[in-house]
T-cell receptor, first 115, second 110 residues
Framework: EPEVTQTPSHQVTQMGQEVILRCVPI?????FYWYRQILGQKVEFLVS????????KSEIFDDQFSVERPDGSNFTLKIRSTKLEDSAMYFC?????????????FGQGTRLTVV | DAKTTQPPSMDCAEGRAANLPCNHS???????VYWYRQIHSQGPQYIIH???NNETNEMASLIITEDRKSSTLILPHATLRDTAVYYC???????????FGAGTTVTVRA
């Protein structure tokens, strides 16, 4: 069964450092997302990406965040200068735009710890 | 601005049906009801969705009331692996993002 793959599974970084979280969405999917979940809190939408541009973003997704699809398979989330409060699980998801009302498939997440 | 209300937790006996309620009294005509679950901080997993008709798949059944103001997710034979947080989400057809609430923590007991 096709799946969304995220790497690394756990990333520890120092405050102020840049991190890049990587995702390989399902190959025929066209819509990509990042969500995050701070420990003990709700899953929160960050950004959606379609046709090589951001289609929607939340208030959380400020100038410190950026997304990119550098090639035909990867989808990345970059945090420019990490803060302690960026510590969270980050989930990538993808969906097949061509299928109406389709579900989103989520990866297993990257646990980001900012120290 | 929560669009759905779910009980915070519920227990279920292994092998029995689990009935998870969800209220969405302000749902509008173009909004679908989606259910996802999250097993122990893994990525959320799609279960089922519907508009107004009842739906069934290999995982669960979704019963939507005629006025669409509430729904019930039914796991027909709960197993220990069904222990998870279950999210009921109301979503507009063309809005691809998902707005997760706190969900219902379901614990299946042997």
């Amino acid at each position: 069964e096709p799946e969304v793959t995220q790497t690394p599974s756990h990333q520890v970084t120092q405050m102020g450092q840049e991190v890049i979280l990587r995702c390989v969405p399902i190959s025929n999917h066209l819509y990509f997302y990042w969500y995050r979940q701070i420990l003990g809190q709700k899953v929160e939408f960050l950004v959606s990406f379609y046709n090589n541009e951001i289609s929607e973003k939340s208030e959380i997704f400020d100038d410190q965040f950026s997304v990119e699809r550098p090639d035909g398979s990867n989808f990345t989330l970059k945090i420019r200068s990490t803060k302690l409060e960026d510590s969270a699980m980050y989930f990538c998801a993808s969906s097949d735009l061509l299928v109406p009302n389709t579900e989103a498939f989520f990866g297993q997440g990257t646990r980001l710890t900012v120290v | 601005d929560a669009k759905t209300t779910q009980p915070p937790s519920m227990d279920c006996a292994e092998g029995r049906a689990a009935n998870l309620p969800c209220n969405h009294s302000t749902i509008s005509g173009n909004e679908y009801v989606y259910w996802y679950r999250q097993i122990h901080s893994q990525g959320p997993q799609y279960i089922i969705h519907g508009l107004k008709n009842n739906e069934t798949n290999e995982m669960a059944s979704l019963i939507i009331t005629e006025d669409r103001k509430s729904s019930t997710l039914i796991l027909p034979h709960a197993t220990l692996r069904d222990t998870a947080v279950y999210y009921c989400i109301v979503r507009v057809r063309d809005d691809y993002k998902l707005s997760f609430g706190a969900g219902t923590t379901v614990t299946v007991r042997a």
